[in-house]
Protein backbone atom coordinates (compact mmCIF):
# COMPACT_ATOMS: atom_id res chain seq x y z
CA UNK A 1 0.00 0.00 0.00
CA UNK A 2 1.09 3.39 -0.69
CA UNK A 3 0.64 6.23 1.15
CA UNK A 4 -1.46 8.28 -0.71
CA UNK A 5 -3.92 5.27 0.01
CA UNK A 6 -3.16 5.13 3.73
CA UNK A 7 -5.73 6.42 6.26
CA UNK A 8 -3.73 8.14 9.59
CA UNK A 9 -4.52 6.55 12.77
CA UNK A 10 -2.69 9.03 14.70
CA UNK A 11 -0.67 6.41 16.51
CA UNK A 12 1.97 4.02 16.73
CA UNK A 13 3.22 1.02 18.37
CA UNK A 14 6.99 1.70 18.96
CA UNK A 15 8.19 3.57 22.34
CA UNK A 16 11.36 4.58 20.87
CA UNK A 17 12.84 6.10 17.46
CA UNK A 18 15.95 4.06 17.44
CA UNK A 19 16.27 3.29 13.84
CA UNK A 20 14.01 2.70 10.86
CA UNK A 21 14.29 -1.19 10.82
CA UNK A 22 11.70 -1.44 13.61
CA UNK A 23 9.21 1.04 11.93
CA UNK A 24 6.42 -0.62 9.22
CA UNK A 25 5.63 1.18 6.29
CA UNK A 26 2.89 2.21 8.04
CA UNK A 27 3.92 3.39 10.89
CA UNK A 28 6.53 5.47 8.42
CA UNK A 29 3.54 6.74 6.31
CA UNK A 30 1.78 7.66 10.30
CA UNK A 31 4.45 10.13 10.83
CA UNK A 32 4.82 11.45 7.35
CA UNK A 33 0.88 12.58 7.67
CA UNK A 34 1.43 13.93 11.12
CA UNK A 35 4.18 15.99 9.69
CA UNK A 36 2.39 17.05 6.85
CA UNK A 37 -0.58 18.16 9.19
CA UNK A 38 1.78 19.89 12.00
CA UNK A 39 3.58 21.58 9.37
CA UNK A 40 -0.42 22.99 7.93
CA UNK A 41 -1.25 23.76 11.06
CA UNK A 42 2.57 25.97 11.60
CA UNK A 43 2.36 27.84 8.23
CA UNK A 44 -1.35 28.58 9.22
CA UNK A 45 0.13 30.45 12.32
CA UNK A 46 -2.69 27.79 14.58
CA UNK A 47 -1.08 26.45 17.64
CA UNK A 48 -0.88 22.98 18.23
CA UNK A 49 0.85 22.45 21.59
CA UNK A 50 0.17 19.26 21.84
CA UNK A 51 2.41 18.17 24.39
CA UNK A 52 2.03 21.22 26.55
CA UNK A 53 3.92 20.90 29.93
CA UNK A 54 6.25 17.94 28.75
CA UNK A 55 10.18 18.00 28.75
CA UNK A 56 12.56 17.06 25.78
CA UNK A 57 16.01 16.06 27.02
CA UNK A 58 18.49 17.16 24.30
CA UNK A 59 22.33 15.15 24.86
CA UNK A 60 24.46 15.74 22.65
CA UNK A 61 28.00 14.18 22.05
CA UNK A 62 28.09 15.39 18.68
CA UNK A 63 28.04 18.98 17.97
CA UNK A 64 24.75 19.80 15.48
CA UNK A 65 22.84 22.96 13.71
CA UNK A 66 19.84 21.27 12.52
CA UNK A 67 19.23 18.61 14.73
CA UNK A 68 19.56 21.15 17.92
CA UNK A 69 17.30 24.02 16.40
CA UNK A 70 14.99 21.64 14.82
CA UNK A 71 14.22 19.76 18.10
CA UNK A 72 14.42 22.75 20.80
CA UNK A 73 11.94 24.65 18.40
CA UNK A 74 9.63 21.65 17.24
CA UNK A 75 9.32 21.12 21.27
CA UNK A 76 8.42 24.25 22.08
CA UNK A 77 6.10 24.52 19.34
CA UNK A 78 4.37 21.56 20.66
CA UNK A 79 4.23 23.05 24.36
CA UNK A 80 6.86 21.65 25.75
CA UNK A 81 10.16 22.20 27.27
CA UNK A 82 13.98 21.77 25.58
CA UNK A 83 16.54 20.56 28.37
CA UNK A 84 19.77 20.34 26.43
CA UNK A 85 22.41 18.32 27.71
CA UNK A 86 26.03 19.06 25.83
CA UNK A 87 28.46 15.95 26.77
CA UNK A 88 30.47 18.58 28.67
CA UNK A 89 27.78 19.68 30.75
CA UNK A 90 26.84 16.12 32.25
CA UNK A 91 28.77 12.60 33.86
CA UNK A 92 28.12 10.99 30.64
CA UNK A 93 30.74 12.69 29.42
CA UNK A 94 33.22 12.14 32.21
CA UNK A 95 32.77 8.21 32.48
CA UNK A 96 29.27 7.60 34.19
CA UNK A 97 28.05 4.38 32.18
CA UNK A 98 24.60 4.96 30.06
CA UNK A 99 22.76 2.67 32.39
CA UNK A 100 23.19 5.32 35.56
CA UNK A 101 22.42 7.92 33.56
CA UNK A 102 18.86 6.31 32.15
CA UNK A 103 18.49 5.72 36.27
CA UNK A 104 18.66 8.98 36.81
CA UNK A 105 16.46 11.04 34.39
CA UNK A 106 13.79 8.57 34.88
CA UNK A 107 13.53 10.03 38.59
CA UNK A 108 13.48 13.62 37.11
CA UNK A 109 10.04 13.06 35.26
CA UNK A 110 11.64 13.09 31.46
CA UNK A 111 8.83 12.46 28.96
CA UNK A 112 11.48 11.94 26.14
CA UNK A 113 14.95 11.72 25.45
CA UNK A 114 16.75 12.97 21.77
CA UNK A 115 20.41 11.63 22.24
CA UNK A 116 22.72 12.72 19.08
CA UNK A 117 26.06 10.66 19.72
CA UNK A 118 28.48 7.92 18.12
CA UNK A 119 27.66 3.95 19.57
CA UNK A 120 24.02 2.79 18.22
CA UNK A 121 25.24 0.85 20.81
CA UNK A 122 24.54 3.37 23.34
CA UNK A 123 21.11 4.74 22.39
CA UNK A 124 20.32 0.89 22.27
CA UNK A 125 21.21 0.83 26.00
CA UNK A 126 19.54 3.73 26.89
CA UNK A 127 16.41 2.71 25.39
CA UNK A 128 16.63 -0.34 27.29
CA UNK A 129 16.67 1.34 30.96
CA UNK A 130 14.54 4.27 30.28
CA UNK A 131 10.86 4.66 31.35
CA UNK A 132 10.58 7.29 28.23
CA UNK A 133 10.46 7.52 24.37
CA UNK A 134 14.29 7.75 23.58
CA UNK A 135 14.77 9.45 19.82
CA UNK A 136 17.69 8.71 17.83
CA UNK A 137 18.99 12.17 16.48
CA UNK A 138 22.07 10.27 14.90
CA UNK A 139 24.75 8.19 15.26
CA UNK A 140 27.70 6.33 13.58
CA UNK A 141 25.23 3.79 11.81
CA UNK A 142 21.89 5.12 11.68
CA UNK A 143 19.96 8.79 10.74
CA UNK A 144 15.95 7.66 11.00
CA UNK A 145 15.04 11.45 11.84
CA UNK A 146 16.53 12.85 8.72
CA UNK A 147 15.13 10.08 6.64
CA UNK A 148 11.70 10.65 7.38
CA UNK A 149 11.93 14.25 6.60
CA UNK A 150 13.31 12.82 3.25
CA UNK A 151 10.21 10.89 2.53
CA UNK A 152 8.21 13.29 3.57
CA UNK A 153 10.11 15.86 1.34
CA UNK A 154 9.79 13.22 -1.71
CA UNK A 155 5.85 12.45 -1.11
CA UNK A 156 5.49 16.65 -0.97
CA UNK A 157 7.14 17.02 -4.16
CA UNK A 158 6.13 13.66 -6.40
CA UNK A 159 2.74 13.20 -4.64
CA UNK A 160 3.98 9.51 -4.34
CA UNK A 161 6.87 7.48 -2.78
CA UNK A 162 6.72 4.33 -4.54
CA UNK A 163 7.91 3.23 -7.65
CA UNK A 164 10.51 6.02 -7.49
CA UNK A 165 13.99 5.46 -7.68
CA UNK A 166 16.59 7.11 -5.15
CA UNK A 167 19.98 7.03 -5.71
CA UNK A 168 22.83 7.98 -3.01
CA UNK A 169 25.95 8.95 -4.44
CA UNK A 170 29.44 8.99 -1.88
CA UNK A 171 30.39 7.27 1.14
CA UNK A 172 28.18 4.68 1.96
CA UNK A 173 28.08 6.13 5.80
CA UNK A 174 24.70 6.50 8.42
CA UNK A 175 22.60 8.20 5.49
CA UNK A 176 23.10 5.49 3.27
CA UNK A 177 21.62 2.73 5.58
CA UNK A 178 19.20 4.81 6.80
CA UNK A 179 17.96 5.73 3.00
CA UNK A 180 18.20 1.93 2.12
CA UNK A 181 16.22 0.87 5.03
CA UNK A 182 13.55 3.26 5.10
CA UNK A 183 13.29 4.14 1.06
CA UNK A 184 12.76 0.35 0.76
CA UNK A 185 10.04 0.43 3.16
CA UNK A 186 7.72 2.63 1.55
CA UNK A 187 8.31 1.15 -1.96
CA UNK A 188 10.95 3.06 -3.38
CA UNK A 189 14.14 1.64 -5.32
CA UNK A 190 17.34 2.96 -3.58
CA UNK A 191 20.84 1.95 -5.08
CA UNK A 192 24.05 3.28 -3.52
CA UNK A 193 26.65 4.55 -5.57
CA UNK A 194 29.71 3.86 -4.04
CA UNK A 195 33.76 2.97 -4.91
CA UNK A 196 34.54 -0.48 -3.45
CA UNK A 197 35.77 0.16 0.31
CA UNK A 198 33.44 2.76 0.69
CA UNK A 199 30.11 0.62 0.16
CA UNK A 200 27.73 -0.04 2.50
CA UNK A 201 28.17 -3.34 4.83
CA UNK A 202 27.01 -6.47 3.53
CA UNK A 203 25.50 -7.33 6.66
CA UNK A 204 23.32 -3.89 6.27
CA UNK A 205 22.73 -4.33 3.16
CA UNK A 206 21.40 -7.87 3.51
CA UNK A 207 19.23 -6.15 6.12
CA UNK A 208 17.94 -3.40 3.69
CA UNK A 209 17.07 -5.69 1.12
CA UNK A 210 14.67 -7.73 3.45
CA UNK A 211 12.35 -4.45 2.73
CA UNK A 212 12.29 -3.89 -0.59
CA UNK A 213 14.26 -3.12 -4.08
CA UNK A 214 18.06 -2.24 -3.00
CA UNK A 215 21.02 -2.14 -4.90
CA UNK A 216 24.65 -1.17 -4.53
CA UNK A 217 27.34 -0.48 -7.60
CA UNK A 218 30.08 1.01 -8.43
CA UNK A 219 28.85 2.06 -11.97
CA UNK A 220 27.72 5.36 -12.11
CA UNK A 221 26.01 5.59 -15.22
CA UNK A 222 23.70 2.67 -14.36
CA UNK A 223 23.21 4.20 -11.25
CA UNK A 224 22.02 7.89 -12.39
CA UNK A 225 19.93 6.05 -15.04
CA UNK A 226 16.21 6.59 -14.49
CA UNK A 227 16.67 8.25 -11.27
CA UNK A 228 14.16 10.92 -9.55
CA UNK A 229 16.11 11.51 -6.02
CA UNK A 230 19.86 12.11 -6.79
CA UNK A 231 20.87 12.26 -2.78
CA UNK A 232 24.78 12.82 -1.27
CA UNK A 233 26.57 13.65 1.76
CA UNK A 234 30.00 14.75 2.92
CA UNK A 235 32.81 12.75 1.80
CA UNK A 236 33.98 12.76 5.94
CA UNK A 237 31.36 11.98 8.71
CA UNK A 238 31.70 14.27 12.02
CA UNK A 239 35.11 12.95 14.15
CA UNK A 240 36.65 11.06 10.68
CA UNK A 241 40.27 12.47 9.79
CA UNK A 242 40.14 13.92 6.13
CA UNK A 243 42.92 11.55 3.83
CA UNK A 244 43.53 12.92 0.61
CA UNK A 245 42.82 8.83 -0.65
CA UNK A 246 39.19 8.90 -0.10
CA UNK A 247 38.95 12.46 -1.57
CA UNK A 248 40.53 10.40 -4.73
CA UNK A 249 38.10 7.53 -4.63
CA UNK A 250 35.15 9.83 -4.21
CA UNK A 251 35.61 12.47 -6.36
CA UNK A 252 34.51 10.50 -9.24
CA UNK A 253 30.68 10.02 -7.69
CA UNK A 254 30.52 14.04 -6.83
CA UNK A 255 27.20 15.09 -7.84
CA UNK A 256 27.69 17.70 -11.02
CA UNK A 257 25.52 19.24 -13.53
CA UNK A 258 27.13 16.65 -15.66
CA UNK A 259 25.15 13.98 -13.45
CA UNK A 260 22.07 15.52 -13.00
CA UNK A 261 21.60 15.65 -16.85
CA UNK A 262 21.41 12.41 -16.94
CA UNK A 263 18.86 11.40 -14.34
CA UNK A 264 15.49 11.65 -15.07
CA UNK A 265 13.69 14.80 -16.82
CA UNK A 266 12.11 15.64 -13.17
CA UNK A 267 14.62 14.81 -11.09
CA UNK A 268 15.45 16.63 -7.86
CA UNK A 269 18.78 16.59 -5.86
CA UNK A 270 18.52 16.09 -1.79
CA UNK A 271 21.41 16.81 1.15
CA UNK A 272 21.07 16.33 4.16
CA UNK A 273 23.81 19.03 5.28
CA UNK A 274 26.05 20.58 5.92
CA UNK A 275 27.27 20.35 2.44
CA UNK A 276 31.18 20.94 1.41
CA UNK A 277 30.74 22.62 -1.73
CA UNK A 278 32.80 21.50 -4.67
CA UNK A 279 33.44 18.59 -2.65
CA UNK A 280 30.26 15.95 -2.63
CA UNK A 281 28.78 18.49 -4.87
CA UNK A 282 29.08 21.38 -7.06
CA UNK A 283 28.16 24.69 -6.24
CA UNK A 284 25.95 24.69 -9.28
CA UNK A 285 23.77 21.80 -8.15
CA UNK A 286 23.11 22.47 -4.53
CA UNK A 287 21.81 25.99 -5.62
CA UNK A 288 20.14 25.09 -8.77
CA UNK A 289 16.34 24.36 -10.33
CA UNK A 290 16.44 20.76 -9.34
CA UNK A 291 17.73 21.30 -5.63
CA UNK A 292 15.14 20.67 -2.73
CA UNK A 293 17.78 20.82 -0.25
CA UNK A 294 16.41 23.32 2.13
CA UNK A 295 12.88 22.17 2.03
CA UNK A 296 14.38 18.93 2.81
CA UNK A 297 16.17 20.99 6.04
CA UNK A 298 12.89 22.51 7.14
CA UNK A 299 10.37 19.39 7.10
CA UNK A 300 13.28 18.08 9.64
CA UNK A 301 11.30 20.47 11.99
CA UNK A 302 7.87 19.09 11.13
CA UNK A 303 9.27 15.28 10.82
CA UNK A 304 10.75 15.55 14.20
CA UNK A 305 7.75 17.14 15.60
CA UNK A 306 5.62 14.31 14.31
CA UNK A 307 7.83 11.55 16.27
CA UNK A 308 7.82 14.01 19.12
CA UNK A 309 3.77 14.26 19.24
CA UNK A 310 3.61 10.46 18.16
CA UNK A 311 6.05 8.97 20.99
CA UNK A 312 5.60 11.10 23.71
CA UNK A 313 1.94 11.83 23.74
CA UNK A 314 1.41 8.78 25.68
CA UNK A 315 3.34 9.75 28.82
Known amino acids: MDISSYKPKKSINNKHMLTLKDYSANEIYEIINMAIALKQKQRAGKKHEYLKGKTLAMIFSKSSTRTRVSFEQGIKQLGGTALVLQQ ?16 VLNRYGIDGIMIRTYLQSDIEELAKYSNCPVINGLTDDYHPCQVLADLMTVYEHFGKLEGLKMTYFGDGNNMANSLMIGGAKVGMHVTVCAPEGYQPSEAMVKTAAQFGKVTVTSDVNAAIQNCDVI ?3 VFFSMGQEKSPEKVNALMPYQVNEELMAKAAKNAVFMHCLPAHRGEEVTTGVIDGAQSIVFEEAENRLHAQKAVMYLLMKKR
Open 88 to 103: GDIQLGRGETVHDTAL
Open 231 to 233: YTD
